[in-house]
């Protein structure tokens, strides 16, 4: 009998893994504690891959609703400023009649004897004239050709518009129309004819009393001279666009007329929508020639003349427009 036993060794392990590390692993993935080091190694893989996808998940998720909320909160801000912009008017229209260099004079009373003495002879300035009795500076209609079957040049009356919008959306005027239109026969039956030069600096357009819903092109350069405005192009405003401006002919013939407003018609991303262009908070008024003239007067270089009146379709004293 041996005085002593040799104790059982303690079973080698499989790694040279510190006890420091197992309590690390079994503090921190319990679940990975295990004697045999190569399912730990595995549980501890999987765990850490677990924790890498979960992390990878909640980013995605996170940055993905921060997107959807910037997005939204984008489109709302951006509904809000449309609205804000929509709030105010579409565009605003200044008006000034035009009174510079008026071809032709029109009166409501012939002269008498007395009166036409300081006219007739030398040429002369003769708005001193038509100021002291009441005289309406008009132009001759810009649109005439023998397509519209009119015989001569009328009168016309002019307004200068310039219309603008500060919306930062665009919008696009596509119509306009004289609005409330009413006529009688014109009064004036005196007219004395003083051609002058004009400078075109606005687009000409014209509306012609007898189809108050047709503005016409009155460019005679124009490639599509005498015909309606719209049809060929529309005004462009918002978004930054430069104001339009319009040089707007109205001509009655032998009526005289008034109307409210030119009634636009204009686009924008609601849909379609009208506005009233007023004479500055005003209605318009335009002044015809009557069928029967009792006196005409011819301004010319070698003098002032009076000549046999003649209707309105014809030439009085033969001028060449």
């Known amino acids: 009998m041996a005085d002593s036993e040799t104790p059982p060794s303690p079973s080698p392990r499989s790694s040279d ?3 420091l590390m197992d309590d690390v692993v079994a503090g921190v993935v319990p679940e990975a504690a295990d004697a045999d080091p190569r399912r730990r190694n595995r549980k501890i893989l ?17 940055k993905g609703t921060e997107w959807l909320l910037s997005e939204h909160d984008a489109e709302v801000a951006s509904e809000a400023d449309d609205k804000v912009d929509r709030q105010g008017p ?4 200044s008006t000034r009649a035009d009174m510079d260099n008026p071809e032709a004079t029109l009166f409501d009373k012939p002269f008498s004897a007395e009166e036409k003495k300081p006219l007739i002879g030398p040429r002369k300035d003769i708005a001193p004239y ?9 132009f001759f209609t810009d649109v005439w050709h023998e397509s519209m079957g009119v015989g001569t040049r ?20 596509n119509g306009m129309r004289m609005k409330g239109l009413e006529c009688v026969p014109a009064k004036a039956t005196t007219v004395i004819i003083h051609p002058d030069e004009r400078v075109a600096t606005y687009a000409g357009v014209l509306f012609d009393t007898a189809r108050p819903d047709t503005l016409l092109i009155a460019d005679a350069e124009d490639e599509h001279y005498g015909e309606p405005f719209f049809k060929h192009r529309t005004i462009d405003l918002g978004n ?9 002919q109205v001509t009655s013939g032998t009526h005289d007329c008034t109307w409210k407003a030119f009634e636009v018609t204009y686009v924008d991303s609601d849909g379609t929508h009208t506005r009233d262009i007023t004479n500055n908070g005003e209605g318009f008024a335009v002044r015809g020639i009557a069928e029967k003239q009792k006196q005409v007067f011819d301004v010319s270089e070698s003098g002032i003349v009076e000549c046999t009146p003649k209707p309105p379709t ?7 427009y």
């Open 17 to 19: 893994t510190s006890p």
């Open 314 to 320: 014809s030439r009085p004293c033969d001028y060449k």
């Open 154 to 173: 009328g009168y016309a009356q002019a307004w200068m518009v310039d219309i603008f919008s500060d919306r930062r959306a665009t919008l696009i005027i």
């Open 240 to 248: 930054g666009a430069a104001p339009a401006g319009l040089r707007i």
């Open 46 to 62: 999987i765990r850490l891959c677990w924790v890498v996808v979960s992390s990878l998940v909640l980013f995605l998720t996170a």
């Open 130 to 138: 038509r100021a002291a009795h009441h005289g309406r500076g008009v």
């Open 90 to 93: 579409a565009f605003t229209a």
